[in-house]
């Protein structure tokens, strides 16, 4: 299996903060990757699909770039409503592998 | 209204099983792959199983090899987990997901609310 691996594990940042997750895949998936946002008691949502395509409806300030191996999930701009835990997701191949996620903290 | 509603989990005894349904409205499903992720309490996504439009590529997680089974109904509009031989470590938050295509893989673009499986005796 592919394995995922997000860094850091935690990230505490302020309001208006520019913030960078990393997620590194264990073999080359293209861009077949996914970001979510998971805030608590809730279901994901999905945000950015093909590494760097945002899905409808999910503010610009998100943004992904990446392909092969490392990727990059950036958020331009904290808002209040961004603090959260985020997944990436492979979907190169089977089976779908998920990262260990990134709680994202208010400082 | 576009959702996806996951019904029967519960607590249920090491060893026994346990069937997981998930009904699905405001789309056409049978266009559409269908997955079930799960989530232990506190930690991360786990990916357990993914279904293509008409059965005919499915997928597991090695860690439910052998004793899950997804199935769906299009005519239902329904998804089905059947989960034998459980174990404590199978007790998690149990997503019902859509995928973007109707073939296996891909991300999720929709997710029901969950429904919760405790293994304990």
């Known amino acids: 299996a592919i394995r995922m691996t997000q860094s850091p594990s935690s990230l505490s940042a302020s309001t208006g903060d520019r913030v960078t997750i990393t997620c590194r895949a264990s073999?080359?998936?293209?861009?077949?990757l996914a970001w979510y946002q998971q805030k608590p008691g809730k279901a994901p949502k999905l945000l950015i699909y093909?590494?760097?395509t945002l899905q409808s409806g999910v503010p610009s300030r998100f943004s992904g770039s990446g392909s092969g191996t490392d990727f990059t999930l950036t958020i331009s701009c904290l808002q209040s409503e961004d603090f959260a835990t985020y997944y990436c997701q492979q979907y190169y191949s089977y089976p779908i592998t998920f990262g260990q996620g990134t709680r994202l903290e208010i400082k | 209204e576009v959702q996806l509603v996951e019904s029967g989990g519960g607590l249920v005894q090491p060893g026994r099983s346990l069937r997981l349904s998930c009904a699905a409205s405001?789309?056409?499903?049978?266009?559409?792959?269908m997955h079930w992720v799960r989530q232990a309490p506190g930690k991360g996504l786990e990916w357990v199983s993914g279904i293509s439009w008409n059965s005919g590529s499915i997928g597991y997680a090695d860690s439910v090899k052998g004793r899950f089974t997804i199935s769906r109904d299009n005519a239902k509009n329904s998804l089905y987990l059947q989960m034998n031989s459980l174990r404590a470590e199978d007790t998690a938050l149990y997503y019902c997901?859509?995928?973007?295509?109707?073939?296996?893989?891909?991300?999720?673009?929709?997710w029901g609310r969950g429904t919760l499986v405790t293994v304990s005796s």
């Open positions: 405001g789309f056409t499903f049978d266009d559409y792959a």
């Open positions: 997901a859509k995928g973007v295509t109707g073939v296996g893989g891909g991300y999720f673009d929709l």
């Open positions: 093909a590494a760097s």
């Open positions: 073999q080359g998936i293209s861009s077949y």
